[in-house]
């Protein structure tokens, strides 16, 4: 399979810096390499709605404070995806604790990770159709077709219909009550904040606060503003670029160029050879790409170079982008991933969603790989029952901080505005110049204090703006 040994390097790098550290006793199957205090599972319905179709089981491991002013109510972590997976990464997740007088919670959702995994390795088969010269059109199809055993595991299991943050937000529920915490504080990331707002929704008593970061909302349609979301960005790249000196000199015709270069991948894709294997790029494959790193101010510098590297021919830097998507991409469990959006947006047209919104910037035109695909895979995967989907906007009182991303050009600072409308006690704050889930020293320094005070007006000081470096 194409990738097949890049993505397995990559991973076995990962995995490599966690063996790096001390060994823990743990009761889960697969080895966690931090150190933690408690780990196990939780068993669960396979659907909450009936209970005879037999159980999964939720894996988790806590880090307990060893604070002198511990506090009982932890944090807990809500990976995005749908479909990422926690547990397996644990060194690196472990760095979001955030709080060192709260124990800090990690599980991996149904069917992810260490919790009963589904489909295991098919993320590398949307590797295979990327690294494939196949039109958008096409994809769907070449999806299903490599994802036939995944489909045919799936129709064989009573487990085909629990997916959805409906039943996620059970299992959470469940994972609370057998750690005996009485009340939790959430952080999500991504998905993570549609899955914590349903939490809220159904379970109010059982959250002390929320901290929620790349707002995707329950009322929010994934598939409706994929192109507006990727132009708003692109927008604001092309803006920066022109209004830096550096970037405007290296970089002078920076829009033109990025047109040029799509249509003439539209045209013809471009063949790279990666660990030793032929991996084409088109125009879809390239939209993803740029997409993908804007989600990180990091990336974001190194964008504009990444455009200029397909009129140069600069292989190093194109095969070093494609590298840095397989990596994140082994972190997504990709028929979870399905699976979820099934289940939370099967019942909208996401097809004509997502066409109406295409047709407003054609130069995007023909899509961006997976999520222009989605829709049609969706037709045809597992599951199709979507009677107890109610995705509507969350009304709550739980002091909630939300945080968005200037760049985000998956859930824009649009949605964290939307969601702060019915969260009574919520303040929205926007980091200028960053991406996708805000990660930095100022995010963390706003975060503990929240928590040591949720109802307490937030110091937002220390946002400040801090242009991008381009490369």
């Avoid at 396979?46 to 506090?71: C, F, P």
């Avoid at 960005?233 to 290296?250: I, R, V």
Wanted: proline share 4%.
């Amino acid at each position: 399979m194409k990738l097949k040994y890049t993505l397995l390097v990559i991973t076995s790098l990962v995995i490599g810096i966690c063996q790096s550290q001390e060994q823990h006793n743990c009761s889960l199957e697969n080895p966690i390499t931090i150190a933690h205090d408690r780990c196990g599972y939780v068993e669960v319905p396979n659907n909450w709605d009936n209970k005879n179709d037999g159980n999964t089981r939720i894996a988790y491991a806590v880090i307990q404070s060893k604070s002198e002013n511990r506090k009982e109510d932890p944090l807990i972590f809500l990976q995005g995806g749908p479909g990422g997976s926690v547990l397996p990464y644990a060194n690196v997740f472990a760095g979001l604790a955030i709080d060192p007088d709260r124990d800090f919670i990690m599980y991996d959702q149904r069917g992810i990770g260490f919790s009963d995994e589904i489909c295991s390795g098919l993320s590398l088969t949307f590797l295979e159709v990327m690294a494939s010269d196949i039109a958008l059109d096409k994809e769907d199809e070449a999806l299903l077709k490599l994802s036939s055993d995944c489909i045919k595991s799936l129709n064989n299991t009573n487990f085909k219909t629990a997916f959805g943050s409906y039943q996620s937000a059970r299992d959470l529920e469940a994972l609370r009550q057998h750690l005996g915490y009485k009340q939790l504080n959430i952080f999500g990331g991504s998905y993570g904040t549609r899955l914590g707002l349903k939490y809220m929704e159904m379970y109010p008593t059982s959250i002390r606060s929320s901290i929620l970061s790349g707002l995707f909302s329950p009322e929010t349609r994934l598939y409706e503003n994929i192109y507006t979301n990727l132009n708003r960005s692109l927008e604001q790249l092309f803006e920066s670029c022109n209004s830096d000196t550096n970037c405007k000199a290296k970089y002078p015709n920076l829009r033109k160029n990025f047109k040029s270069v799509c249509e003439n991948l539209d045209t013809k894709g471009q063949t790279f050879s990666i660990q030793n294997n032929d991996f084409v790029i088109n125009k879809q494959d390239f939209l993803l790409l740029i997409q993908q790193m804007l989600y990180n101010r990091n990336t974001i510098a190194n964008v504009p170079s990444f455009i200029m590297a397909f009129s140069t021919n600069n292989v190093e830097a194109i095969q070093n982008g494609i590298l840095a998507f397989a990596s994140r991409l082994g972190v997504i469990n990709v028929a979870a991933y399905w699976s979820v959006n099934l289940k939370d947006e099967g019942a909208f047209k996401n097809k004509t969603l997502v066409s109406n919104d295409e047709k407003k910037y054609p130069y995007l035109a023909n899509g961006v790989s997976l999520f222009a695909s989605d829709p049609d895979v969706l037709k045809f995967w597992p599951s199709k029952d979507t009677s107890y989907t109610k995705m509507k906007a969350v009304i709550s009182e739980i002091p909630t901080l939300l945080i968005s991303g200037e760049w985000d050009p998956i859930t824009p600072p649009s949605n964290g505005k939307q969601v702060a409308k019915s969260l009574k006690h919520s303040i929205h704050v926007i980091f200028p110049s960053e991406g996708h889930c805000p990660m930095n020293a100022c995010f963390f320094q706003m975060a503990v204090a929240f928590l040591n005070n949720p109802m307490q007006q937030v110091d937002t000081s220390c946002v400040r703006v801090n242009p991008i470096a381009f490369d």
